[in-house]
């Protein structure tokens, strides 16, 4: 495709579960961001890959959180025991190279109940 | 670590001109970005400057003084399509990381 794409678009969990959310960040790109987003608020930064060097897990939240990015593509963010206050929406983007253009998927819409 | 501030909401009529304002704090500056965002829509990269001064695009333009950490996006003949949120975002770059950081966003209503 020719942007990012993210699944599922929207996710319902009950309190305790792990979920998984994907990207596909557009082709070639070696910058991919993971970001959250409550309802009327900023992007919180979580997590940053640039090609082969370790991530910047800076802004993950706690030690449930966890992200990979396989082959330098498609990336999945985890969250492990869900709690009510993980609700938000989850946007991944990438870059051509980092910086300042980032290109954002749809978002995937995350419900803990 | 970083910190960017924005008024948090911005009103204005149709046609007219508005200036949303960021100021900011961190580390490795690298340059500062522009995103819109519709409500329920992702945000949209608008413009980016690394350098000091004016770059235009259109009815948006934005500004940057790197010496008082200070940028501004101008929106000019306003349109009720504008109504959105703005983010201003940071690059910077420190060890191997060169991440994006974004302001909390300022929110336009623009009123017929």
């Known amino acids: 495709g020719a942007g990012v794409s993210q699944s599922p678009s929207n996710k319902v969990t009950e309190k305790g579960k792990d979920v998984e959310l994907r990207c596909d960040p557009i082709s070639g790109h070696t910058a991919l961001y993971w970001y959250r987003q409550s309802l009327g608020q900023g992007l919180e930064f979580l997590i940053y890959f640039q090609g082969n060097s370790a991530p910047d897990k800076s802004g993950l939240p706690s030690d449930r959180f966890s992200a990979e990015r396989t082959g330098g593509s498609v990336s999945t963010l985890t969250i492990q025991r869900t709690q009510q206050e993980d609700s938000a929406v989850y946007l991944c983007a990438s870059s051509p190279t980092g910086g300042a253009e980032a290109f954002f998927g749809q978002g995937t819409r995350l419900t803990v109940v | 670590g970083q910190s960017l501030e924005q008024p948090s909401e911005v009103t204005a009529v149709e046609g007219a001109i508005v200036q949303i304002n960021c100021t900011y704090q961190?580390?490795?500056?690298?340059?500062l970005s522009w995103y819109q965002q519709h409500d329920g829509g992702a945000p949209t990269f608008l413009s980016y400057?690394?350098?000091?001064g004016l770059e235009e695009t259109g009815r948006f333009s934005s500004f940057l003084s790197r010496s008082d950490s200070y940028g501004y996006l101008l929106l000019q003949e306003l349109q009720m399509k504008d109504s959105a949120s703005y983010f201003c975002a940071v690059s910077s770059v420190g060890g191997a990381t060169n991440k994006l950081i974004f302001g909390t966003g300022t929110l336009l209503a623009v009123q017929p």
């Open positions: 400057n690394a350098l000091d």
């Open positions: 961190t580390s490795g500056f690298y340059g």
